[in-house]
């Protein structure tokens, strides 16, 4: 999998994901964002549009990434995910417990509005 | 390989001025020299008291730098041996490099400078091999270890799966293939006082990690789900203590809990996040969906239950997603809806698993990345 950093305005990171989450780019994914947040950076868009597949290990990681980032009294955002991964998001009601949102500009208000 | 801590080279030349040049040379470099003034003499020292390294002329009486070669490593020995040549003899030299020497100098007035580069070049490179072979070998035996151990595991795993499951008037057939050797799925299943309970999990990953959470969950919910019979206080205690075990690693569990009454002829349903599970009565086949959470994210998590009537005849199958997500060569999943139709059928517990592993197994040409378990039980 491939894992792109790019910078939105108010300090957001965006993380463009391209391929499967999985297992080994799920352990990738965790210790990019830890990177970050050692940086100070805690304002996080995940961005999954390109993500094909997720598996329990990808979920997993989004689920640690969340409580991660919100130990470090910051925000993070998953942005639109196929429906594949939305059913995974779904079935285990991970939906309900990350901020799932459908285009970069919502999360990008979600992550200012919440760290004002 | 000398017994000494210093490198030993022997020096092989029918020149006694150019035998002692290059063993002074070497000498000041701090190395232990022999001498011969042949092929034939180089080689019965050699084997009364093996040298590192031969540094050997090519033009020599009777056996020469090439049959010197050829003797040594017709013997298997690896000693590297670094040939001297004159301009004409390029052609030989080469031919030597192809019958296993290391190096080839040519002896001119650097000799004294490339003899000693030479020689450290190809030690380095062979001390370089030496190592690569051992950490090589060190690595396979780590591996053949781990391989032990897994197996072992494997074993210690398999205990802990339920065996001859029975329960009068019901047939059941259960299926259990991790990924590799051990896996993060697991299932279970006992009586008490006329109820059947039933459980089907799946720790995310499938890696050592996910086993040991299995271990950890299996004996968590058989404890709590013996002591009480109100599936969702059963779950949620076990929600409780897994997120204490979990903590932040991100890990989860999903995982379905049934408990067939059999005086009320029904069947209570809880799924925590996990994959439809597919229930057969009166002539039609459902699938029912999660109904809350995965476990062990937080333990304030709650769950709805649902409950079916399951009279004689009914049947429930349940799974983890390693069947479904089994994917063909075109990356397209074998899915739910291949799985509906096979268990539309109505074949009985044990042909039905037989069924569906067959038709995945075809499907995916055996290639399962995933751990794989069904679970089927039917009532008479």
């Known amino acids: 999998m491939e894992i792109n950093l790019g910078s939105m305005d108010g300090d957001v990171v965006v993380v463009d994901l391209n391929g499967d989450l999985v297992a080994g780019s799920a352990e990738e994914l965790k210790r990019q964002v830890a990177k970050l947040l050692q940086k100070n950076f805690n304002r996080i868009m995940i961005e999954m549009a390109n993500v094909g597949f997720m598996d329990s290990s990808g979920l997993g990681a989004c689920m640690a990434l969340h409580k991660l980032v919100v130990e470090h009294k910051g925000r993070i955002v998953f942005v639109k995910p196929n429906e594949t991964v939305a059913k995974v998001f779904r079935v285990t009601r991970a939906d309900k417990k990350l901020a799932l949102v459908m285009s970069k500009n919502d999360g990008h208000q979600l992550l200012i509005e919440k760290t004002k | ?380």
């Open chain 2, 1 to 380: 390989m000398a017994t000494s801590e210093i490198t030993t080279i022997l020096v092989v030349d029918d020149d006694a001025l150019i035998r002692d040049i290059i063993g002074m040379v070497l000498e000041d470099q701090g190395y232990a020299i022999q001498k011969a003034k042949d092929g034939g003499e180089a080689i019965r020292k050699h084997q009364a008291e093996p040298v590192d390294l031969i540094v050997s002329d090519m033009n020599m009486p009777e056996v020469d730098g090439l049959e010197l070669i050829k003797r040594i490593r017709a013997t298997g020995d690896t000693v590297p041996v670094i040939i001297l040549t004159g301009n004409s003899e390029i052609a030989t030299a080469i031919e030597a490099l192809h019958s296993g020497a290391s190096d080839y100098l040519l002896k001119d007035e650097n000799i004294q400078d490339t003899v000693t580069f030479s020689v450290e070049k190809v030690l380095e490179k062979q001390r370089l091999q030496a190592q690569n072979k051992q950490l090589m070998t060190d690595l396979a035996r780590k591996n053949e270890l781990l391989e032990k151990d897994k197996v072992l595991a494997q074993k210690v795993q398999k205990n802990i799966l339920p065996r001859d499951l029975v329960f009068p008037s019901f047939e059941v057939s259960t299926f259990y293939q991790p990924s590799d050797k051990i896996g993060g799925d697991f299932f279970d299943a006992w009586e008490a006082e006329g109820k059947i309970n039933l459980v089907i999990a799946d720790v995310s990953g499938h890696s050592t990690s996910s086993a040991l959470i299995m271990a950890v969950c299996k004996g968590i919910i058989r404890s709590v789900g013996q002591i009480e019979t109100d599936i969702k206080k059963i779950v949620t205690a076990a929600n409780r203590m897994l997120c204490e075990v979990l903590t932040d690693s991100g890990m989860f569990i999903s995982l379905v809990y049934g408990i067939i009454d059999r005086e009320k002829e029904e069947l209570q349903l809880l799924s925590a996040g996990h994959n439809p599970v597919f229930l057969s009565n009166g002539g039609t086949t459902r699938a029912i969906e999660s109904m809350g959470p995965v476990i062990g994210w937080d333990p304030d998590d709650d769950w709805d239950l649902e409950t079916f009537p399951f009279p004689g005849g009914s049947g429930l199958f349940m799974y983890t997603d390693g069947i479904t997500e089994a994917k063909d060569r075109h990356d397209e999943e074998f899915g739910e809806e291949r799985l509906e139709t096979i268990i539309q059928e109505g074949q009985p517990p044990e042909q039905l698993i037989e069924t569906i592993f067959a038709a995945a197994r075809e499907f995916c040409h055996g290639d399962f990345p995933d751990d794989l378990t069904m679970f089927a039980i039917r009532k008479n």
